[in-house]
Every structure is written in C-alpha cells, then in structure tokens.
C-alpha cells in the first residue's frame, strides 16, 4: 500500500499526532472498556433502518508481521526490525450496518462532511448527527490508535448506485516527539496507505478492488463481506497493550473474558433485548468474543432488567419497583410530562455476590480492587442508544437516600427521550431531552451536564434522589410517625403543629409572628417567599441587628421549637428537613457565613457598632414537606 504523510488539503487532520492521542483522557476506565465503548457505539450509530438486531464481533488473535509489514510503504524497514515473527491483533467487526457510506474523493468539496468514511477516517472531531446517534464528539475514534503502536486498518463495504463496494485503507496517529515512532521525518506523526489515482499524487484514497483488499484481510484470518452484508470492520495490529492482568478477579485474568465483561457493563441494556426494540424502534445488540456468543451474567442481567422496567413503565418482578419522575413548572411540556422513570430494588449485600465467587456485584460492575462499604447506592443511566452512561455510586442521584447497614440500592433511570423540553429549555438544535442530554455529554460519553443556566439535569438528579428516599426510607407517612414517635418519648407533647402532615406543604409564614426576638438588639421578619424551578424555597428577610446575629431555621412544633443540633442528638440517622443553600443580604458591608456542622444556621457579621436594617435574601432546600420551618434569631456578643 502506498503512504501519504499530512500536508494541508482537505484529507489532513490540522493537529498532531501527539495533540489527538491527548484528545480523549479518560484514566477512569480501563482498555477494553475504552475499546469496547467506544467501537460498540460506532457501530450502532451505523446500524441500517428497521434491522432488527446489529451485530458486533471481537476477535483477538495473532498475524504474520512480516507478511503486513511489507504492505505499510515508508515503514516497513522499521517494522521488520521490531516484529520479525508473530505479533498480536484485535478486529471488531460488525454486520447489519451501512458501513463506512458516503464520499471519499476530495472534489467533492464539503461534500464530505456528510461522508461517514470521511469521518472516521479523516476527519476527527466530525460527529454523527442523526437525531438519537450515541457519539457525539466524534473523539472516540483516538482510543483505537492508543492500543497498539499507532496503526489502524478499516475495512467496509457499502452499498452504492450499482450494487457494492469494498474500501480499505489504514492509517497512523503517533507523537512525533517519541522516541518509539514509525514516521522518523514527519513532524505531525499522521499517515495514511491506500492507492493513487493516476497522476493524482496529492490524495490516498481507499483500496478498491476485491483481491488487494482480501490479500490484506487474509493475513488476519478474516473473511471479505458477501453477498448483500455491509459493514465496517477495524483491525488493530501490533498490539501493545493487553487487556488482561495477573489479578483475583476473572474478567481481568483473561482478555477474552475482559472483553466479554466491558461489553457487558456497558452495553447490558441493548444485548438481546427484544422489548427494547419494541420500544425505541432501535435494533438490538447481539455480540461475539472469538466467535463465542454472549450471555449475560450477574449482575448484569439484573442492569438490563431494572433498564427494562424503567424504560417499558413496568416489570414482571415483583422486586422491582418503578416511579415516574416529573419536574414541577418549567422543564417538559406540557408541564406534567415525566423527564423519565427510575427503577430499583433494595438487596441484602449477601445477595449481591455470585454464590461461591470472591468478588462482588459492585466489584464487578465498577471494576474496583476492593469493596469494604457496608452499605451503597448505585444509579445508572443511559439514553436511547442503550450504552450506561455512568454507574452512580453514592452520589447526587441518591444524596437524600438513608439506607441500612448490609443493605443496597440498585437504581436505572431511563429519560423520557422523545419528550419535548418547555420553550425555555429548547435552542436550535435541542428541541427533546435526548438531545439536550446528547448536547450535555463529555467528549468520552462518561456523565451529564446541565447546557447554559438550564437546570433541568439538577433538578432530575434531585427528584430522582427524592423518590428513591421517599420509597426507600418509607413513605411520608410512615416516617412522620416515626419520628413524631421519637419527640413524643423525649419531649412528651413536642409534636409537630397541627395541619402538617403528608398533605401539607412546606411554607414559611409572612406575618411577624414568624419572627422570634431573643433580645432587643436583633430581630428578623419574612418579607416574601417563593420557589425556584429547583424546588428550593427562596426566602426574603429583613433583620435588625447590632455588630452581629445568628440566624437559625427550626421546625414549628405544637408548643417549641426544635433546632437541629437537639434533633441530631434526639433523632440519629433521621436527617434535618431544611438546609440553608445560600445566604446574602443587599449590603456588601455585611457578611454572612453559613455553618459548616449544621446547614441550618448562618452569621450575619457588621463592621459596624450600632443597630443596622439588614434586606436579606437565603435559598432553604426542603427535604421533607412534614414540617414547618421558623425562622429565628439571636444576638451574639462580639
């Protein structure tokens, strides 16, 4: 094959070798779950209109190096002095796709944009762009030239206006600054070998005809596309890195297992899934590792049934149990639409463990060397394409879940896809919640963000931990009596004011009762109240004080009140209703200063002597509707 080394025309990437190796850092997750992320969604991306199912192949093996290193024009000198017998692969194949489509040959201008070769070959940081599309960076693509030493060979055949075409053409991205690299006199470390046309000596196009391109594919056992198939197959060769280790877990001993469990925890919500298809319209996921099929294990046959139930509103297990989650005022429309469903069962620890086996459910999914938690709670998520997010492990998804000790939360949270985002979320090209999740990705697919000031994810999150609590913890109901019982034992009649309970709703009241003196020199009253789309109680005060007050919330009770240090001390491991956010006043002369033990209280410090008209304003997140808050102050010597 002959080699084309980067110049400045239409086919050359503008950076270096050694900027797009950087262009994808993810330390988070290991080889194979990168390689397999990352390929997986391509193919997906790529799957034909109303296939029922996509398949994908992993095949590791190894190759005469010799028989390709006289193929790669430039370097073949080079490579027979590093690989003089066998050397490693790993391809990954796929059928029912369209392959790598479209426009190859540079006259056609910005034509080629749209062309799927183009873009996985050429033309880094060009994404897919079809509504639901999993990739949307088009970044990926750089994990395949950090597995080996830089080397990549695509291989597709496409359907064109007189039946079919076979393409081929590999290519190099390596630093230039390194000591280890192929292209001794390239500055930018990229290179691609195909064939010219004519006399056409600026522009490496793909191989074309049947015998170059299987001369090739022979030298890694892999067989041409047939018939009417189409598809993309990547080969990596002169593999590096390996994707097993020594280790006492099994999926890392073996790369052929490493490979079968990253396709697992990533992709268990699509892979044999007929009701999936059902509901999204995609094709479902049927994979290969050596020609091995795939079956799933636990815990990931439990992922892919909690992903079922949240994405189909129902579920066969009766373990199992879902909720709607809806986003009060401005986030869907109409305004009662869900933003989507969580699904969750509660486990004993002891359950979460293949019986017999010296690892755990969380383990396994996390990849983790250890797992001394007593108890945790995992959320995970995903969009249409079916590939897990994230797994959420004990944080913003299910920060107000209590659990107990040897007890487990395992969550999905499937977002209403094709609901429409209220007129003030939606953009140009973010009309659905698909795209807006899609449009709030990191390049690597790892998390969601919120776009702009749009809070629609942190409210989601909040909601989403609320009715895990609400479901988990018990209901309202049957936490109000708890710990109504708890103040009745300790404080006799210490109950909370009559007209609060499940059906009440949280409020502070604006008269000046609200307002507690504790002496003369400070006083605070509730001037307004109103609520954010965050479900956060925004609170405007006017306080008198004199060099400096404490301002505390309390919970109304029939006869006191009660702060949260006495209810921590009282009430262990029930958490205070109320946290103050966020505090400021209209004076930029005065100060305040929440407190870092208890949320609930907050300073308000003046430089000056003498008794001062504070405006104030505070964000209070409401964790329970079951109480009233009071407002109350006191002064405090300087």
């Known amino acids: 094959m002959k080699i084309k080394t980067v110049s400045s025309d239409l086919q050359n990437m503008s950076q270096s070798g050694d900027a797009i190796l950087k262009s994808l850092q993810n330390n988070s997750f290991s ?6 992320r990352e390929s997986i969604q391509n193919s997906l991306d790529a799957s034909k209109p109303r296939s029922e199912q996509t398949n994908v192949d992993f095949k590791l093996g190894d190759f005469n190096a010799r028989e390709l290193n006289s193929e790669l024009e430039g370097i073949s000198e080079r490579l027979n002095d590093l690989y003089k017998g066998q050397a490693r692969f790993l391809s990954i194949s796929d059928k029912n796709t369209v392959g790598l489509d479209g426009y190859y040959d540079p006259k056609y201008g910005n034509e080629l944009f ?3 070769f183009y873009k996985l070959v050429f033309g880094l940081g060009k994404n897919q762009e079809n509504d639901g599309a999993g990739g949307s ?5 750089t994990s395949y030239f950090c597995v080996g030493i830089g080397i990549v060979i695509y291989y597709t055949r496409v359907e064109v206006e007189d039946g079919y075409e076979e393409r081929l053409i590999a290519s190099l991205i390596e630093d230039p600054k390194s000591n280890a690299r192929l292209l001794c006199d390239n500055p930018r470390g990229i290179a691609w070998w195909g064939e010219y046309h004519g006399e056409d000596n600026e522009n490496i196009y793909p191989i074309t005809e049947h015998e170059s391109v299987k001369k090739i594919l022979d030298i890694f056992g892999i067989n041409c596309y047939k018939d009417d198939e189409t598809g993309t197959t990547i080969i990596i060769p002169y593999l590096k890195n390996k994707f097993a280790e020594d280790s006492e877990f099994p999926w890392r ?6 490979l079968q469990t990253a396709i697992q925890r990533w992709y268990s919500p699509r892979i044999s899934n007929d009701l999936y298809s059902e509901k999204t319209g995609n094709s479902k996921l049927m994979c290969t ?5 795939l079956e799933l294990e636990q815990p990931f046959s439990m992922i892919r049934e909690l992903y079922t139930a949240a994405l189909v509103g129902e579920s066969d297990n009766k373990e199992i149990e879902i909720r709607e989650i809806k986003i009060p005022r401005t986030a869907m429309d109409p305004t009662d639409a869900i933003v989507g469903r ?3 069962v509660v486990k004993d620890l002891d359950d979460l463990r293949d019986k017999g086996k010296p690892y755990t459910y969380r383990q396994c999914i996390e990849d983790a060397n250890e797992e001394s938690a007593s108890t945790y709670k995992m959320v995970a998520f995903a969009r249409k394409p079916g590939m897990v997010v994230k797994y959420d492990f004990n944080g913003q998804w299910s920060e107000r879940v209590n659990t107990e000790e040897k007890k487990c939360i395992m969550a999905f949270f499937v977002p209403n896809s094709n609901g429409i985002l209220h007129e003030k979320n939606r953009s140009e090209n973010c009309f659905t919640l698909e795209q807006y999740l899609r449009n709030g990705e990191k390049a690597d697919h790892a998390d969601w963000f919120d776009l702009r000031k749009i809070t629609l994810l942190k409210r989601t999150k909040s909601e989403v931990s609320k009715a895990l609590s609400d479901a988990v913890d018990g209901n309202d109901a049957e936490r109000q009596s708890l710990v109504s019982e708890k103040l009745s034992r300790k404080f006799s009649s210490l109950l909370p004011p009559e007209g609060f309970g499940t059906s009440g709703k949280s409020g502070v009241r604006k008269s000046p009762e609200s307002a507690t003196k504790h002496d003369r020199s400070s006083s605070i009253v509730i001037d307004g109240t109103d609520m954010d789309e965050d479900g956060v109680l925004l609170i405007k005060f006017v306080a008198a004080i004199k060099k400096k007050a404490q301002v505390e919330i309390k919970i109304e009770t029939q006869n006191q009140s009660i702060g949260q240090e006495e209810w921590s001390k009282d009430l262990d491991g029930i958490e205070f209703p109320f946290i103050v956010e966020e505090v400021s006043t209209d004076d930029v002369s005065i100060k305040t200063d929440i407190d870092e033990k208890y949320k609930s209280k907050f300073l308000i410090n003046s430089e000056k002597n003498e008794k001062l008209r504070v405006n104030g304003y505070l964000k209070l ?9 009071q407002l109350t102050i006191k002064h405090l010597e300087s």
């Open 289 to 293: 590792v050596n020609e091995k099929s």
């Open 137 to 141: 960076w088009g970044l990926g693509k």
């Open 621 to 629: 997140r409401i964790l329970s509707n079951n109480y009233q808050p």
């Open 342 to 344: 969580i699904a969750f």
């Open 253 to 258: 001993r073996s790369e052929e297992r490493a």
């Open 31 to 36: 080889l194979a779950d990168i390689i397999v």
């Open 114 to 116: 749209k062309s799927n």
